[in-house]
């Protein structure tokens, strides 16, 4: 047995500096530990058991057009004869009448992609020659398509003169069929699917996706549902439900789990929620490490720790290696608890660990001793160097360096921004006219998403630091003032209108807690539609600031999940964290006391309405899948409190405790706080700023849990589930891109998600709090 205990961390024994990319382990191998389903936050990112990170649009069809994934790409009906039927099979469906009519896609929907799959359902009112599913290119040389008559097969013309056709299936007309195409470059195919069946497939396919759609031009793409390339074919006549476009390369199993869950009564696909586990073969992974013959022994180990909370065992132990041979540390994988009733009361416990790819299992000798009732609170020794303080120098030539390059590509574009383009969906929410000529933004900011206003929130940052970091350049910086200035003098006004009357002694709501629903409206609802958005600012109580109305933040009160129908809701108070962040560094940099009055006016807002909240509903607000998610706000309402020294701030930064996580339960009794692992299987980046502002609550409460709950995350997050490049998501079970591991210490067991891995906001999120806890702990 080593001669060295291991025990419990005090601040300031671990070294923070450049541990951002650990080493790729030598010795691994599987876990032995299956995960366990429920522990895994499966929501809204599957459906049809595939992470909605792979999916470019989704067309329902059951009364318009629009993309209900959560990127936007809202088609146009063309012509004059689409309608939207009733339909016994999926309630209502659009029906194309070979008229002429047909569906447009945006033209930036594809772009970027080099890999696409399309799926869908179709009912053929004639089996009339020339008919097309879809057609997405550029010209009738230059295009992606599949033919729906004349035998349903699907083709690819690279431009080049080379096309690439799978053999054909007669589809039968006047009933439903579900269709598919999955063009995959990295396999060299094009297949084609009838009813969630392979139907035809070409081989040593050299074409992909960005040769057929044009990368810069938008305007030079023609995106076609139900009509071709070429003008004087014919046009679809058929009804159509539930059109999606990947931008992965969909397998057999996943082709036919989209067909076989639209079941009648199911809404042409739903299949959202919990999916069996994936079979993920472990044929590749080796059996034992290379290093596995050159050990002889891998000592025991003696650890303490303190009752109620788990021990930190060390990731690494010394080993000894065959004939006195000099070796590094080996990896050993202890056994992680799901609660602290192991070591609830002093005593000694055994653990028996695994180093993987051997056949070693060290034990760790465990001490649990009282806790004590007096805990030193480590202390913010370290502040950051004010932006104006940082200067980049040219390189000993002269020449700008490639920080100065890249610092001056940044600042130019963003100097010739125009700031009512990030504020026209604040004017939209509160019905304000809109200046003229100004643009609205895209993406996760267009008109009917969710989320809107986040990117306006990051713009003020932006702009603040901007300020505060071109000392070098006077002009550029009076730039940034003036933005800075206008978006803050505009956002004032919007809120001071809130919860006032629109004519002096007209009808108000001053009272954030008694918000009504919308003029005409039977309850709260997301409906952001250019004719179906409320504007009823002087019903939203003072002080409300949002680019949307408040009712997504009562709908989430009230259990609403994430999605993309009006019933659903998408992260409010993860956009309303965006906005307070930057009207906080509007005043703090730029100096503008308005900034601050617009921030305290919201804040107070919030916590008017969280206040009222029990417990069991907070736990089930910041639990839900994306819909809780709510960015870092309890750190912009302990920075809010340390600003204004109201403590109700502060107060409110508390009611943002994921207390599951934080805690384990309402009785605080394991959780982060206790060492004991909450996060396997959870949205990663959902987690990470919570975390930052359980650290931010801490340096302004010093309430020593806090500062645990940061240290023991950060420690478990870099060990367990960090990978060679300093990612933490992506791994195929969960299969979603975005969550962490269904259990720590088993990315190799699971393999890596198809979706991607490695979210830069993790990583963006990590490096935050990797800095902040190095302010206390160098």
Known sequence: MSGRVYSEPKAGDMTRVGIFFILVLTLFTVSPALPERDRVQEGAQLLDGIGETGLIARYMFNGN??????????????????????????????????????????????????????TGWLWLNSDAPGQRFFDFGQSASQNLAAAATDSFRASINSGAGVISETTGTEVPANQWVHLAVV???????????????RAGQATNVAANAAQVIHQTSADANRLYIG?????????????????????????????????????????????????????????????????????????????????????????????????KAKGPDVRVVWPSPKDNSQFIEPGTYTVTGKVPGTSFQPKATVTVKEASKTVPAPKRLVEAFPLGQVVLDRDTKGRDTPFIKNRDKFIRGLAESNPDSFLYNFRDAFGQKQPEGVKPLGGWDSQTTRLRGHASGHYLSAIAQAYAGTIYDEALRANFLKKMNYLIDTLYDLSQKSGRPAQEGGPFNADPTKVPTGPGREGYDSNLRADGIRTDYWNWGRGFISAYPPDQFIMLEQGATYGTQNTQIWAPYYTLHKILAGLLDCYEVGGNPKALEIAKDMGAWAYARLKLLPIPTRISMWSRYIAGEYGGMNEVMA??????????????????????VFYGNADHEHGLAKNVDTIRGKHANQHIPQITGALETYRDTLEFPYYQIADNFWNIVTHSYMYSIGGVAGARNPNNAECFTAEPDTLWENGFANGGQNETCCTYNLLKLDRQLFMFDQ
């Open 65 to 118: 057009a629009e993309d209900s994934s959560r990127n936007n790409f809202h088609a146009t009906l063309r012509g004059t004869g689409a309608t939207f039927v009733e339909d016994s099979r999926f309630g209502r469906a659009l029906n194309l009448p070979g008229d002429g009519s047909y569906v447009q896609l945006p033209g930036n929907a594809l772009t970027h992609e080099d890999t696409i799959s399309v």
């Open 183 to 197: 063009l995959d470059p990295a396999g060299r195919t094009l297949t084609s699917y009838l009813n969630g069946v």
């Open 639 to 660: 920075r809010l409190s340390r600003l204004t020294r109201d403590r109700q701030f502060l107060e409110c930064a508390k009611l943002f405790d994921n207390i599951n």
């Open 227 to 323: 009509r071709s390339q070429n003008d004087a074919a014919a046009t679809l006549n058929a009804r159509l439900r539930d059109v999606r476009i990947y931008r992965i390369a969909l397998t057999d199993p996943q082709v036919a789990a989209i067909r076989n869950n639209a079941s009648p009564g199911r809404q042409g696909g739903g299949g959202r929620g919990r999916t069996p586990a994936p079979v993920i073969s472990t044929v590749a992974i080796p059996k034992e490490s290379p290093l596995a013959s050159q050990l002889r022994t891998v000592p025991d180990i003696k650890a303490e720790t303190v009752a109620g909370r788990a021990p930190r065992l060390p990731y690494a132990i010394p080993a000894i290696y065959r004939d």
